[in-house]
Protein backbone atom coordinates (compact mmCIF):
# COMPACT_ATOMS: atom_id res chain seq x y z
CA UNK A 1 0.00 0.00 0.00
CA UNK A 2 1.89 3.72 -0.76
CA UNK A 3 1.71 6.34 0.98
CA UNK A 4 -0.94 8.20 -0.25
CA UNK A 5 -3.42 5.06 0.05
CA UNK A 6 -2.50 5.06 4.28
CA UNK A 7 -3.46 9.11 4.03
CA UNK A 8 -6.75 8.46 2.43
CA UNK A 9 -7.59 5.81 4.64
CA UNK A 10 -6.65 7.23 7.86
CA UNK A 11 -8.14 10.37 6.96
CA UNK A 12 -11.58 8.19 5.83
CA UNK A 13 -11.54 6.29 9.61
CA UNK A 14 -11.07 9.79 11.66
CA UNK A 15 -14.02 10.87 9.17
CA UNK A 16 -16.28 7.95 10.12
CA UNK A 17 -15.47 8.43 13.15
CA UNK A 18 -16.56 11.92 13.77
CA UNK A 19 -20.19 10.51 12.30
CA UNK A 20 -20.53 7.88 14.59
CA UNK A 21 -20.11 10.27 17.41
CA UNK A 22 -22.42 12.73 16.00
CA UNK A 23 -25.23 10.51 14.87
CA UNK A 24 -24.66 8.93 18.87
CA UNK A 25 -25.48 11.79 20.04
CA UNK A 26 -28.49 13.31 17.21
CA UNK A 27 -30.36 10.43 17.80
CA UNK A 28 -31.31 10.55 21.78
CA UNK A 29 -35.11 10.21 21.76
CA UNK A 30 -37.61 13.57 21.88
CA UNK A 31 -39.36 14.67 24.78
CA UNK A 32 -42.21 15.38 25.76
CA UNK A 33 -41.71 18.23 28.62
CA UNK A 34 -43.61 22.20 29.59
CA UNK A 35 -42.00 25.41 28.56
CA UNK A 36 -42.60 28.35 31.12
CA UNK A 37 -43.77 32.18 29.87
CA UNK A 38 -43.82 34.64 32.19
CA UNK A 39 -45.10 37.75 30.45
CA UNK A 40 -45.31 36.25 27.06
CA UNK A 41 -41.38 35.36 27.46
CA UNK A 42 -39.76 31.98 27.41
CA UNK A 43 -38.10 31.62 31.11
CA UNK A 44 -37.15 27.80 30.87
CA UNK A 45 -38.43 24.03 30.52
CA UNK A 46 -40.13 22.20 33.11
CA UNK A 47 -41.06 18.45 33.27
CA UNK A 48 -44.45 18.26 34.84
CA UNK A 49 -46.66 20.94 34.92
CA UNK A 50 -48.45 19.66 37.93
CA UNK A 51 -44.84 19.97 39.84
CA UNK A 52 -44.51 23.13 39.77
CA UNK A 53 -47.72 24.04 41.12
CA UNK A 54 -47.48 21.57 43.82
CA UNK A 55 -44.05 22.90 44.84
CA UNK A 56 -45.81 27.17 44.59
CA UNK A 57 -48.70 25.50 46.86
CA UNK A 58 -46.20 24.11 49.29
CA UNK A 59 -43.92 27.01 49.68
CA UNK A 60 -46.32 29.66 50.23
CA UNK A 61 -47.64 29.05 53.57
CA UNK A 62 -47.50 32.84 54.35
CA UNK A 63 -49.92 33.29 51.29
CA UNK A 64 -52.16 30.46 53.15
CA UNK A 65 -52.58 31.75 56.39
CA UNK A 66 -52.91 35.87 55.42
CA UNK A 67 -55.74 34.67 53.60
CA UNK A 68 -57.10 31.69 55.52
CA UNK A 69 -57.01 29.44 52.52
CA UNK A 70 -55.57 25.78 51.17
CA UNK A 71 -54.34 26.77 48.08
CA UNK A 72 -52.22 29.14 46.46
CA UNK A 73 -52.01 29.03 42.27
CA UNK A 74 -49.78 30.27 39.75
CA UNK A 75 -49.36 33.58 38.61
CA UNK A 76 -52.06 35.27 36.28
CA UNK A 77 -49.52 36.16 33.71
CA UNK A 78 -47.46 32.79 33.80
CA UNK A 79 -48.54 30.38 31.31
CA UNK A 80 -47.26 26.58 30.68
CA UNK A 81 -47.47 25.03 27.37
CA UNK A 82 -46.57 21.41 26.45
CA UNK A 83 -44.02 20.90 23.99
CA UNK A 84 -41.49 18.25 22.62
CA UNK A 85 -37.89 18.88 21.83
CA UNK A 86 -34.63 16.68 22.18
CA UNK A 87 -31.67 18.52 23.03
CA UNK A 88 -32.66 21.78 25.61
CA UNK A 89 -32.11 21.98 29.40
CA UNK A 90 -35.07 21.22 31.60
CA UNK A 91 -34.99 22.52 34.77
CA UNK A 92 -36.34 21.93 38.10
CA UNK A 93 -39.64 23.20 39.31
CA UNK A 94 -37.46 24.77 42.14
CA UNK A 95 -35.19 26.90 39.69
CA UNK A 96 -38.46 27.91 38.13
CA UNK A 97 -40.25 28.93 41.18
CA UNK A 98 -37.08 31.05 42.24
CA UNK A 99 -37.21 32.59 38.74
CA UNK A 100 -40.87 34.06 39.01
CA UNK A 101 -41.39 34.18 42.87
CA UNK A 102 -40.09 38.41 42.97
CA UNK A 103 -40.91 38.95 39.24
CA UNK A 104 -44.98 38.08 39.71
CA UNK A 105 -47.66 37.68 42.06
CA UNK A 106 -49.60 34.42 42.82
CA UNK A 107 -53.44 33.99 42.63
CA UNK A 108 -55.79 32.35 45.08
CA UNK A 109 -59.34 31.10 44.38
CA UNK A 110 -61.83 33.90 44.64
CA UNK A 111 -65.24 35.66 43.18
CA UNK A 112 -64.44 39.08 40.78
CA UNK A 113 -67.52 40.67 41.21
CA UNK A 114 -68.74 43.63 38.74
CA UNK A 115 -71.38 45.72 39.87
CA UNK A 116 -72.09 47.37 35.75
CA UNK A 117 -72.51 51.25 35.91
CA UNK A 118 -75.99 52.61 34.56
CA UNK A 119 -77.35 55.42 33.04
CA UNK A 120 -77.88 58.85 34.61
CA UNK A 121 -78.86 62.64 34.63
CA UNK A 122 -76.20 64.98 34.79
CA UNK A 123 -75.49 68.82 34.26
CA UNK A 124 -73.37 67.56 31.08
CA UNK A 125 -76.74 65.51 29.98
CA UNK A 126 -77.50 61.64 30.15
CA UNK A 127 -74.49 59.77 31.56
CA UNK A 128 -73.25 55.95 32.29
CA UNK A 129 -71.82 55.89 35.71
CA UNK A 130 -68.58 54.02 35.79
CA UNK A 131 -68.15 50.05 36.80
CA UNK A 132 -67.18 48.77 39.83
CA UNK A 133 -65.19 45.96 40.43
CA UNK A 134 -64.33 44.07 44.06
CA UNK A 135 -62.62 40.73 44.58
CA UNK A 136 -64.30 38.56 47.68
CA UNK A 137 -62.87 34.93 48.36
CA UNK A 138 -66.29 34.25 49.47
CA UNK A 139 -69.19 35.88 47.58
CA UNK A 140 -71.52 36.23 51.10
CA UNK A 141 -68.98 38.73 52.46
CA UNK A 142 -70.65 40.70 48.81
CA UNK A 143 -73.98 39.48 50.02
CA UNK A 144 -73.76 40.87 53.77
CA UNK A 145 -72.07 43.87 52.36
CA UNK A 146 -74.74 44.94 50.12
CA UNK A 147 -77.13 44.82 52.87
CA UNK A 148 -75.19 46.68 55.47
CA UNK A 149 -75.09 49.26 53.05
CA UNK A 150 -78.47 49.17 51.95
CA UNK A 151 -78.73 49.93 56.00
CA UNK A 152 -77.22 53.02 55.23
CA UNK A 153 -80.48 54.40 53.15
CA UNK A 154 -83.34 52.27 54.63
CA UNK A 155 -84.28 52.21 58.35
CA UNK A 156 -82.98 48.81 59.17
CA UNK A 157 -86.49 47.36 60.85
CA UNK A 158 -88.60 48.54 57.48
CA UNK A 159 -86.24 46.74 55.36
CA UNK A 160 -86.67 43.38 57.86
CA UNK A 161 -90.26 43.96 57.55
CA UNK A 162 -90.09 44.55 53.56
CA UNK A 163 -88.03 41.20 53.34
CA UNK A 164 -90.14 39.23 55.52
CA UNK A 165 -93.09 40.75 54.15
CA UNK A 166 -94.50 41.63 57.95
CA UNK A 167 -95.35 45.34 56.99
CA UNK A 168 -98.59 46.26 58.17
CA UNK A 169 -101.27 47.87 55.80
CA UNK A 170 -101.90 51.29 56.28
CA UNK A 171 -105.27 52.15 57.67
CA UNK A 172 -105.16 56.05 58.70
CA UNK A 173 -101.40 57.31 57.58
CA UNK A 174 -98.21 55.87 57.05
CA UNK A 175 -95.71 54.55 54.52
CA UNK A 176 -95.22 50.94 53.03
CA UNK A 177 -92.42 49.53 51.19
CA UNK A 178 -93.59 48.42 47.91
CA UNK A 179 -89.93 47.36 46.11
CA UNK A 180 -86.23 47.43 46.80
CA UNK A 181 -83.72 46.77 44.09
CA UNK A 182 -80.08 47.42 42.59
CA UNK A 183 -80.11 49.54 39.26
CA UNK A 184 -77.27 47.99 38.26
CA UNK A 185 -76.38 44.90 36.68
CA UNK A 186 -73.87 42.58 38.85
CA UNK A 187 -71.72 40.06 37.16
CA UNK A 188 -70.06 37.70 39.57
CA UNK A 189 -67.26 35.54 38.16
CA UNK A 190 -65.05 32.82 39.96
CA UNK A 191 -61.09 33.49 39.08
CA UNK A 192 -57.75 33.45 40.55
CA UNK A 193 -57.39 36.63 41.63
CA UNK A 194 -53.72 38.00 42.02
CA UNK A 195 -52.74 38.70 45.58
CA UNK A 196 -51.16 42.19 44.63
CA UNK A 197 -54.93 43.16 44.68
CA UNK A 198 -57.45 44.28 46.31
CA UNK A 199 -59.23 41.27 48.14
CA UNK A 200 -61.74 42.39 50.45
CA UNK A 201 -61.75 39.62 53.57
CA UNK A 202 -64.66 41.51 55.90
CA UNK A 203 -67.70 42.28 54.96
CA UNK A 204 -67.25 45.79 57.15
CA UNK A 205 -64.09 46.99 54.85
CA UNK A 206 -66.22 45.99 51.61
CA UNK A 207 -69.45 47.51 53.12
CA UNK A 208 -67.19 50.72 53.67
CA UNK A 209 -65.55 50.72 50.09
CA UNK A 210 -69.21 50.36 48.24
CA UNK A 211 -70.65 53.89 50.16
CA UNK A 212 -67.53 55.70 50.14
CA UNK A 213 -65.70 54.68 47.34
CA UNK A 214 -62.36 54.20 49.16
CA UNK A 215 -60.66 52.62 52.13
CA UNK A 216 -58.68 55.42 53.30
CA UNK A 217 -60.00 57.21 56.80
CA UNK A 218 -61.88 59.96 56.52
CA UNK A 219 -61.38 63.13 57.35
CA UNK A 220 -62.68 63.58 61.52
CA UNK A 221 -64.16 66.43 62.79
CA UNK A 222 -64.03 67.70 66.84
CA UNK A 223 -67.36 69.19 68.12
CA UNK A 224 -66.88 72.52 69.60
CA UNK A 225 -69.54 74.50 71.97
CA UNK A 226 -72.96 75.03 70.09
CA UNK A 227 -72.26 72.56 66.97
CA UNK A 228 -75.00 70.94 65.79
CA UNK A 229 -75.29 68.08 63.30
CA UNK A 230 -77.09 70.41 60.79
CA UNK A 231 -74.56 73.09 61.41
CA UNK A 232 -71.63 70.82 61.03
CA UNK A 233 -72.97 69.15 58.26
CA UNK A 234 -73.13 72.32 56.01
CA UNK A 235 -70.32 73.86 57.13
CA UNK A 236 -68.28 71.01 56.01
CA UNK A 237 -70.76 70.58 52.77
CA UNK A 238 -72.40 67.52 54.14
CA UNK A 239 -76.23 66.59 53.79
CA UNK A 240 -77.89 66.16 56.97
CA UNK A 241 -78.31 62.16 55.25
CA UNK A 242 -74.72 62.26 54.57
CA UNK A 243 -73.41 62.66 58.02
CA UNK A 244 -75.75 59.88 59.50
CA UNK A 245 -74.39 57.68 57.27
CA UNK A 246 -70.64 58.93 58.27
CA UNK A 247 -71.44 58.55 61.88
CA UNK A 248 -73.69 55.34 62.53
CA UNK A 249 -73.83 56.51 66.74
CA UNK A 250 -76.64 58.72 65.25
CA UNK A 251 -79.84 58.38 64.01
CA UNK A 252 -81.55 61.28 63.96
CA UNK A 253 -80.25 65.31 63.01
CA UNK A 254 -82.11 66.40 66.29
CA UNK A 255 -79.15 64.15 68.59
CA UNK A 256 -76.72 66.02 70.37
CA UNK A 257 -73.65 66.61 70.30
CA UNK A 258 -70.77 67.66 72.93
CA UNK A 259 -68.03 69.97 72.49
CA UNK A 260 -64.77 67.58 72.16
CA UNK A 261 -66.80 64.87 70.40
CA UNK A 262 -65.09 63.63 67.39
CA UNK A 263 -67.02 62.80 64.24
CA UNK A 264 -66.77 61.68 60.95
CA UNK A 265 -66.77 64.24 58.06
CA UNK A 266 -66.54 61.61 54.79
CA UNK A 267 -68.58 62.14 51.81
CA UNK A 268 -70.72 59.13 50.39
CA UNK A 269 -69.84 57.97 46.89
CA UNK A 270 -71.77 54.93 46.45
CA UNK A 271 -70.96 52.19 43.81
CA UNK A 272 -74.42 51.06 43.21
CA UNK A 273 -77.68 52.85 42.72
CA UNK A 274 -80.60 51.37 45.53
CA UNK A 275 -84.40 52.00 44.08
CA UNK A 276 -86.53 52.15 46.84
CA UNK A 277 -90.34 52.81 45.78
CA UNK A 278 -92.65 53.98 49.07
CA UNK A 279 -96.48 53.88 48.94
CA UNK A 280 -97.07 56.70 51.54
CA UNK A 281 -100.37 57.95 52.84
CA UNK A 282 -99.96 61.29 54.92
CA UNK A 283 -102.48 63.84 56.68
CA UNK A 284 -101.44 67.16 55.95
CA UNK A 285 -102.87 70.60 56.32
CA UNK A 286 -104.13 72.48 53.78
CA UNK A 287 -103.06 76.37 54.49
CA UNK A 288 -105.86 78.58 53.65
CA UNK A 289 -105.22 80.94 50.73
CA UNK A 290 -105.64 84.54 50.68
CA UNK A 291 -107.88 85.84 47.96
CA UNK A 292 -108.24 89.75 47.78
CA UNK A 293 -111.82 91.54 46.06
CA UNK A 294 -111.16 95.13 44.86
CA UNK A 295 -113.67 97.91 45.90
CA UNK A 296 -113.26 100.59 43.83
CA UNK A 297 -114.76 102.58 45.97
CA UNK A 298 -112.22 102.39 48.80
CA UNK A 299 -108.90 104.55 48.74
CA UNK A 300 -105.91 102.71 47.25
CA UNK A 301 -104.69 101.17 50.26
CA UNK A 302 -107.26 101.28 52.65
CA UNK A 303 -108.43 96.89 53.11
CA UNK A 304 -109.93 94.61 55.77
CA UNK A 305 -110.84 91.13 56.09
CA UNK A 306 -113.86 90.46 54.76
CA UNK A 307 -113.88 86.46 55.56
CA UNK A 308 -111.01 84.37 58.43
CA UNK A 309 -109.09 81.80 56.52
CA UNK A 310 -109.67 78.52 58.32
CA UNK A 311 -107.01 75.46 57.49
CA UNK A 312 -107.74 71.92 55.95
CA UNK A 313 -106.72 68.76 56.11
CA UNK A 314 -106.07 65.92 53.71
CA UNK A 315 -105.29 62.87 52.92
CA UNK A 316 -102.50 62.34 50.57
CA UNK A 317 -101.64 59.01 48.83
CA UNK A 318 -98.30 59.36 46.60
CA UNK A 319 -95.81 56.79 45.06
CA UNK A 320 -92.40 57.61 46.12
CA UNK A 321 -89.16 56.61 44.35
CA UNK A 322 -86.04 57.24 46.06
CA UNK A 323 -82.14 56.54 44.61
CA UNK A 324 -79.69 55.96 47.38
CA UNK A 325 -82.18 57.83 50.04
CA UNK A 326 -82.82 61.20 48.18
CA UNK A 327 -86.32 61.35 46.44
CA UNK A 328 -86.07 61.58 42.86
CA UNK A 329 -90.37 61.07 42.10
CA UNK A 330 -93.22 62.12 44.00
CA UNK A 331 -96.15 61.17 42.25
CA UNK A 332 -99.68 62.26 43.74
CA UNK A 333 -102.19 59.44 43.33
CA UNK A 334 -105.25 60.84 45.22
CA UNK A 335 -106.36 63.57 47.93
CA UNK A 336 -109.24 63.38 50.14
CA UNK A 337 -110.48 65.86 51.84
CA UNK A 338 -110.85 65.26 55.58
CA UNK A 339 -111.53 69.07 56.35
CA UNK A 340 -112.26 71.50 53.94
CA UNK A 341 -110.10 74.98 53.62
CA UNK A 342 -111.92 78.41 53.98
CA UNK A 343 -110.03 80.67 52.28
CA UNK A 344 -109.07 84.28 53.58
CA UNK A 345 -110.79 87.16 51.86
CA UNK A 346 -109.82 90.60 51.83
CA UNK A 347 -111.06 93.45 50.64
CA UNK A 348 -108.86 96.14 49.22
CA UNK A 349 -109.16 99.62 47.34
CA UNK A 350 -108.74 99.80 43.37
CA UNK A 351 -106.20 97.00 42.69
CA UNK A 352 -103.05 97.99 41.97
CA UNK A 353 -99.95 95.87 40.83
CA UNK A 354 -96.91 97.22 42.08
CA UNK A 355 -93.55 95.61 40.71
CA UNK A 356 -91.94 96.00 44.38
CA UNK A 357 -92.26 93.02 46.38
CA UNK A 358 -93.74 92.86 50.04
CA UNK A 359 -90.95 91.73 52.76
CA UNK A 360 -93.53 90.53 54.73
CA UNK A 361 -95.12 88.64 52.72
CA UNK A 362 -94.34 85.61 50.63
CA UNK A 363 -96.54 83.20 49.17
CA UNK A 364 -95.76 79.22 48.37
CA UNK A 365 -94.38 78.82 44.71
CA UNK A 366 -96.29 75.29 44.61
CA UNK A 367 -99.81 73.89 44.58
CA UNK A 368 -101.27 71.87 47.70
CA UNK A 369 -100.15 69.42 48.85
CA UNK A 370 -96.65 69.33 48.24
CA UNK A 371 -93.20 67.49 49.11
CA UNK A 372 -90.15 68.98 49.90
CA UNK A 373 -87.95 66.21 48.38
CA UNK A 374 -84.48 67.95 48.56
CA UNK A 375 -84.07 70.67 51.10
CA UNK A 376 -81.60 73.76 51.05
CA UNK A 377 -78.10 72.56 51.95
CA UNK A 378 -75.40 70.41 50.63
CA UNK A 379 -75.90 67.28 48.92
CA UNK A 380 -73.42 64.83 47.25
CA UNK A 381 -70.43 67.19 48.17
CA UNK A 382 -72.67 70.09 46.04
CA UNK A 383 -74.19 73.19 47.46
CA UNK A 384 -78.35 72.36 46.73
CA UNK A 385 -79.03 76.41 46.56
CA UNK A 386 -82.78 76.18 47.17
CA UNK A 387 -85.84 73.71 47.15
CA UNK A 388 -87.15 70.82 45.04
CA UNK A 389 -90.95 70.36 45.56
CA UNK A 390 -92.55 67.76 44.25
CA UNK A 391 -95.50 65.77 44.54
CA UNK A 392 -98.25 68.12 42.91
CA UNK A 393 -98.07 66.45 39.18
CA UNK A 394 -97.32 67.53 35.84
CA UNK A 395 -99.34 70.42 34.34
CA UNK A 396 -99.87 71.91 37.91
CA UNK A 397 -99.63 75.66 38.82
CA UNK A 398 -96.54 77.38 39.84
CA UNK A 399 -96.90 80.58 41.43
CA UNK A 400 -94.77 84.15 41.74
CA UNK A 401 -93.65 83.98 45.27
CA UNK A 402 -94.03 87.42 45.66
CA UNK A 403 -94.62 90.89 43.23
CA UNK A 404 -91.98 91.62 40.93
CA UNK A 405 -90.59 91.94 37.18
CA UNK A 406 -89.96 88.65 35.17
CA UNK A 407 -86.13 89.71 34.18
CA UNK A 408 -85.42 86.53 32.64
CA UNK A 409 -87.61 83.34 30.92
CA UNK A 410 -86.88 80.97 28.95
CA UNK A 411 -84.88 77.46 28.58
CA UNK A 412 -81.27 75.79 28.95
CA UNK A 413 -80.34 72.53 29.68
CA UNK A 414 -79.63 72.62 33.09
CA UNK A 415 -82.58 74.82 34.38
CA UNK A 416 -84.76 73.15 31.88
CA UNK A 417 -87.74 76.09 31.15
CA UNK A 418 -87.20 78.91 33.78
CA UNK A 419 -88.26 82.16 35.14
CA UNK A 420 -86.59 85.04 37.18
CA UNK A 421 -88.25 87.32 38.88
CA UNK A 422 -86.89 90.77 40.49
CA UNK A 423 -89.31 91.90 43.70
CA UNK A 424 -87.13 95.38 43.21
CA UNK A 425 -86.24 94.72 46.94
CA UNK A 426 -82.77 92.93 46.70
CA UNK A 427 -84.52 89.93 46.08
CA UNK A 428 -84.61 87.47 43.22
CA UNK A 429 -86.77 84.22 42.80
CA UNK A 430 -86.13 81.58 40.41
CA UNK A 431 -87.82 78.82 38.98
CA UNK A 432 -86.54 75.97 37.15
CA UNK A 433 -87.67 72.92 35.53
CA UNK A 434 -91.29 73.91 34.47
CA UNK A 435 -93.21 72.32 31.92
CA UNK A 436 -94.38 75.48 30.15
CA UNK A 437 -93.60 79.09 30.71
CA UNK A 438 -96.77 81.56 31.39
CA UNK A 439 -95.11 84.62 31.75
CA UNK A 440 -92.71 87.29 29.64
CA UNK A 441 -89.50 89.00 30.34
CA UNK A 442 -90.73 92.12 31.11
CA UNK A 443 -93.79 91.72 32.79
CA UNK A 444 -94.74 92.98 36.18
CA UNK A 445 -96.32 90.21 38.24
CA UNK A 446 -98.36 89.79 41.30
CA UNK A 447 -97.42 87.12 44.45
CA UNK A 448 -99.70 84.20 44.44
CA UNK A 449 -99.88 84.94 40.24
CA UNK A 450 -99.43 81.56 37.82
CA UNK A 451 -95.96 82.01 36.04
CA UNK A 452 -96.09 78.56 34.80
CA UNK A 453 -96.44 74.50 35.10
CA UNK A 454 -95.12 72.17 36.93
CA UNK A 455 -92.73 69.33 34.48
CA UNK A 456 -89.28 68.18 34.09
CA UNK A 457 -87.74 69.94 31.84
CA UNK A 458 -84.00 70.20 31.65
CA UNK A 459 -81.34 68.20 34.29
CA UNK A 460 -84.55 66.76 36.31
CA UNK A 461 -85.35 63.49 37.54
CA UNK A 462 -89.02 63.91 38.09
CA UNK A 463 -91.45 66.30 38.26
CA UNK A 464 -90.77 69.07 40.66
CA UNK A 465 -89.97 72.69 40.87
CA UNK A 466 -86.33 73.51 41.66
CA UNK A 467 -87.31 77.09 43.57
CA UNK A 468 -84.11 79.45 44.92
CA UNK A 469 -84.24 82.95 46.24
CA UNK A 470 -81.18 84.94 45.81
CA UNK A 471 -80.27 88.28 47.48
CA UNK A 472 -78.65 89.99 44.54
CA UNK A 473 -79.00 88.69 40.99
CA UNK A 474 -78.65 84.91 40.57
CA UNK A 475 -75.07 83.67 39.28
CA UNK A 476 -73.77 86.59 39.33
CA UNK A 477 -72.86 87.81 42.09
CA UNK A 478 -76.13 87.24 44.02
CA UNK A 479 -76.00 85.40 46.98
CA UNK A 480 -78.60 82.18 47.32
CA UNK A 481 -80.91 82.60 50.80
CA UNK A 482 -82.58 79.28 52.15
CA UNK A 483 -86.28 79.97 50.96
CA UNK A 484 -87.32 78.55 54.48
CA UNK A 485 -86.65 82.06 55.96
CA UNK A 486 -89.31 83.60 53.51
CA UNK A 487 -91.55 80.87 53.07
Known amino acids: MNPKTILYTIIALIISSSVFFFN?????????????????????????????????????????????VDSVYIPNNLDIVKEITYNER??????????????????????KITIKGVEEMTEEGTQRTEDVTVNVLDKDIFVDAVDNAIGAFVDEEDYQKFLNDQQEEITNEGTIIEDIYLQNDIIIKEDNISIKEQIF?????????????????????????????????????????????????????????????????????????????????????????????????????????????????????RKIKKVNGDIIEALP???????????????????????????????????????????????????????????????????????????????????????????????????AHMDSIRVTEGQIVEGGQVIGTMGDSGFATGVHLHFAIYYGYPFLGGVSINPGRFL
Open 90 to 111: VQSAAAIYDEIKDKSSFTIKGY
Open 201 to 317: LTVEDLSKYLLFGTLEEQQKYTVKEGDTIETVSFNNKLSVGEFLIANEQFDSADNLLYPGQEVTLGIIKPGFRLVEEDHMVSIEDNPYTTVYEDDPNLAIGTEYVKQEGVDGVNRVT
Open 24 to 68: ANASSDPQEVYRVYLDGKSIGLIYSKEELENYINEEEETIKEQYN
Open 333 to 431: VSTEEIKPMVSRIVVRGQKQISGVGNLQSWFWPTARPYIISSTYGWRWGKMHEGYDIAGTGRGSPIYATNNGVVVQAGYTGTNGNYVYINHNNGYYSVY
